[in-house]
């Protein structure tokens, strides 16, 4: 395991409780769900954009461009999107990165 340091516990619940950052290059979109941090690579499959909707009740995040939608726990598209129904959800998942709090801060394994 490779853990790299991000922002502030602080910052995290300042921005409601979920954020995308940069991780050595990586986009990653970290959210507090009700089962504690999940971290998920934020570029969606399909167009490019930046993952930001972040459902906590079914532990989901939305596309804002296109409404795609994927499992954080998995990463797997569990919605396509409105633009492309017959996309192959099976092929365009995200992946799922640790994510942990350590000395205040959050901290994501990039191995």
Not at 45 to 61: N, P, Q, R, S, Y
Not at 69 to 79: A, T, V, W
Request: with cysteine; net charge neutral.
């Amino acid at each position: 395991m490779v853990w790299k340091k991000t922002v502030s516990v602080k910052a995290l619940d300042n921005a409601g409780g979920h954020m995308a950052v940069n991780v050595d290059g990586n986009i990653v979109f970290i959210a507090r769900g009700k089962d504690g941090l999940h971290g998920l690579n934020a570029v969606c499959t399909h167009a490019k954009c930046i993952l930001g909707i972040f459902e906590e009740d079914t532990m989901t995040v939305k596309c804002p461009c296109h409404n795609a939608r994927f499992d954080l726990n998995s990463g797997k598209m569990i919605e396509p999107p409105f633009v492309a129904p017959n996309a192959p959800m099976d092929k365009l998942g995200l992946k799922v990165y640790n994510v942990r709090e350590n000395g205040g801060f959050l901290e994501v394994d990039v191995d």
